[in-house]
């Protein structure tokens, strides 16, 4: 399977994107949903501070922070789960 590839493409496809309209919000949440899976915390922190700089109220907005949100607390809680073991 080559689920990493297609990730790693789609994510080729969004910088270029980003590269042509660096004020689109569209679709800002797929591309949060791959930072997500690659576990790419600088990378989806640095996206939901440009959104939040477009528009702190728009849904695709909404969506990445809450993703970045996610993606610390599982980090803190495996780092919390593996030192306590």
């Given at each position: 399977m080559c689920f990493s590839a297609d990730v790693d493409a789609a994510l080729?496809?969004?910088?270029?994107?980003?590269?042509?309209?660096?004020?689109?919000?569209?679709?800002?949440d797929t591309l949060?949903?791959?930072?997500?899976?690659?576990?790419?915390?600088?990378?989806?922190?640095?996206?939901?501070h440009r959104l939040s700089d477009i528009?702190?109220?728009r849904v695709e907005t909404c969506c990445v922070i809450g993703?970045?949100?996610?993606?610390?607390?599982?980090?803190?809680?495996e780092h919390i789960t593996v030192d306590s073991l």
């Open positions: 080729g496809s969004f910088k270029e994107l980003e590269a042509l309209d660096p004020f689109r919000l569209e679709n800002m949060s949903n791959l930072l997500y899976v690659k576990e790419m915390r600088y990378e989806l922190a640095n996206l939901a528009d702190k109220y993703g970045l949100a996610l993606l610390i607390v599982c980090q803190l809680y």
